[in-house]
């Protein structure tokens, strides 16, 4: 059992970290399709007004992340899906509203907002009828117009329908304030060069501010890596919290891979006792020939390793070459008169010792810089 949630734990440890390395470019996906974001050109997408804002000359940036609290006060706020927001959004979006920011929004998203901030219980309206803007301009509508009702009288009316029904409508919220756009459909980039569509949202915006954010996170295009997004949200250091919680679990729980006590070291090939064994079998092969071979096959692997692999016939005199080029023709030299030694049949030990010698000592001369 122990393994198994080691097992899961590690899996999902590494998902994440594969997950969070993903990265999301939005405008190199070319969403056509996308709904109310800035970043699809298609029929549905609002980059036609992100843009158009850019053209008056209007501060216009993209939101991609969670946490709308951190966003700074005098700001503009569009959102333009109708989704409902969150209880911790609404949370952010009412201190966001209450510090002077300003939050353009469907009245279907902002009733649970303005609820949140204190203004009562707000209900959504459609309206079938002509709509009348405050700079008289006629709009292309494809759906009935929303209004809001259940809050009282409006500090600023942009477009009414019907019975002065606020259909485009601020209220006051603390330092900042609140707009039902319950034309949001004006803002889609297959109506807005409709009527006068386009140029009502331009109006709309130059009187709310200078400085226009647009939401992209609550469109599911937030930023890409998940460690991103998690560094934003207020629960942050709660996950944080739990994450370090459940490693120690897993820490305290695993199965002991290791003693309690560590084991006496293992007597390795290099120890004393192995030098003489091999020294006594040398002696007792009574053929200088064999050493010798010995010590040459590891200087030259040893040259080959440093060249960095591969085959060669000679490759401590390269190496030497390479390395000390004013020792290359006495390693040559040294290196063919021990391997004639290798070849005789029962070569003088003392002869095999003086190329052993030798060829150790070109090879630490080498070293030396």
Same mark, same amino acid.
């Given at each position: 059992?122990?393994?198994?949630?080691?097992?899961?734990?590690?899996?999902?440890?590494?998902?994440?970290?594969?997950?969070?390395?993903?990265?999301?470019?939005?405008?190199? +996906?070319?969403?056509?399709?996308?709904?109310?974001?800035?970043?699809?050109?298609?029929?549905?997408?609002?980059?036609?007004? !992100?843009?158009?804002?850019?053209?008056?000359g209007?501060?216009?940036?993209? #939101?991609?992340h969670?946490?709308?609290?951190?966003?700074?006060?005098?700001?503009?706020? #569009?959102? !333009?899906?109708?989704e409902?927001f969150?209880?911790?959004?609404r949370?952010?979006?009412?201190?966001?509203?209450? $510090?002077?920011g300003?939050?353009?929004?469907?009245?279907?998203?902002?009733? +649970?907002?303005?609820?949140?901030?204190?203004?009562g219980?707000?209900?959504?309206?459609?309206?079938?009828?002509?709509? %009348?803007?405050?700079?008289?301009?006629?709009? +292309?509508?494809?759906?009935?117009p &929303?209004?809001?009702?259940g809050?009282?009288?409006?500090?600023?009316?942009?477009?009414?329908?019907?019975?002065n029904?606020?259909?485009?409508?601020?209220?006051?919220?603390?330092?900042?304030?609140? %707009?039902?756009?319950?034309?949001?459909?004006?803002?889609? *980039?297959?109506?807005?060069?409709?009527? @006068? $569509?386009? =140029?009502?949202?331009?109006?709309?915006?130059?009187?709310?501010?200078?400085?226009?954010?647009?939401d992209?996170?609550?469109?599911g295009? @937030?930023?890409?890596?998940?460690? $991103?997004?998690?560094?934003?949200?207020p629960?942050?250091?709660?996950?944080?919290?739990? %994450?370090l &919680?459940?490693?120690?679990?897993? !820490? =305290?729980?695993?199965?002991?891979?290791?003693?309690?006590?560590?084991?006496?070291?293992? /007597?390795?090939?290099r120890?004393?006792?192995? &030098?003489?064994?091999?020294?006594?079998? #040398?002696?007792?092969?009574? +053929?200088?020939?064999?050493?010798?071979?010995?010590?040459?096959n590891?200087?030259?692997?040893?040259? /080959?390793? /440093?060249?960095? @692999? @591969?085959?060669r016939?000679?490759?401590f005199?390269?190496?030497?070459?390479?390395?000390?080029? *004013?020792?290359?023709?006495? =390693?040559?030299?040294?290196?063919?008169?021990?391997?004639?030694?290798?070849?005789?049949?029962?070569?003088?030990?003392?002869?095999?010792?003086?190329?052993?010698?030798?060829?150790?000592?070109?090879?630490?001369?080498?070293?030396?810089?």
């Amino acid at each position: 059992m122990r393994r198994a949630v080691s097992l899961l734990a590690v899996l999902l440890t590494v998902s994440l970290v594969v997950l969070s390395l993903t990265p999301r470019e939005p405008e190199a +996906d070319r969403a056509w399709m996308a709904r109310a974001s800035t970043y699809s050109p298609g029929p549905e997408g609002g980059k036609a007004l !992100f843009l158009l804002l850019q053209q008056l000359g209007l501060d216009t940036q993209r #939101w991609r992340h969670p946490g709308y609290g951190q966003l700074p006060a005098q700001t503009v706020l #569009w959102v !333009f899906t109708r989704e409902p927001f969150g209880r911790i959004e609404r949370r952010d979006l009412a201190r966001f509203l209450t $510090n002077g920011g300003t939050l353009v929004a469907p009245p279907q998203a902002l009733a +649970d907002v303005l609820e949140e901030a204190g203004l009562g219980e707000a209900e959504s309206l459609e309206h079938s009828g002509p709509v %009348v803007t405050t700079w008289g301009m006629s709009l +292309d509508l494809q759906a009935a117009p &929303v209004a809001i009702s259940g809050l009282g009288e409006p500090t600023a009316r942009y477009a009414t329908a019907g019975t002065n029904l606020p259909i485009v409508a601020a209220w006051r919220i603390g330092a900042g304030q609140a %707009v039902s756009l319950g034309v949001d459909e004006l803002a889609r *980039n297959g109506r807005i060069g409709l009527a @006068g $569509n386009g =140029a009502f949202l331009a109006r709309l915006a130059l009187a709310l501010g200078d400085r226009h954010v647009f939401d992209e996170y609550k469109t599911g295009f @937030g930023e890409g890596g998940i460690a $991103n997004l998690l560094a934003h949200v207020p629960y942050r250091w709660g996950i944080a919290q739990l %994450v370090l &919680v459940g490693a120690v679990g897993l !820490f =305290a729980f695993a199965k002991r891979r290791f003693p309690a006590e560590p084991l006496p070291p293992v /007597r390795r090939r290099r120890t004393l006792d192995h &030098v003489e064994a091999v020294a006594q079998l #040398w002696g007792q092969a009574r +053929d200088a020939g064999l050493p010798l071979q010995a010590i040459l096959n590891g200087v030259a692997e040893r040259a /080959r390793m /440093r060249l960095g @692999g @591969g085959g060669r016939d000679a490759p401590f005199v390269e190496w030497i070459g390479r390395t000390r080029p *004013n020792l290359a023709f006495r =390693a040559k030299a040294s290196w063919e008169r021990a391997r004639l030694l290798c070849q005789t049949s029962r070569p003088a030990p003392e002869a095999a010792l003086l190329a052993a010698a030798d060829i150790k000592g070109i090879e630490r001369e080498a070293m030396k810089w």
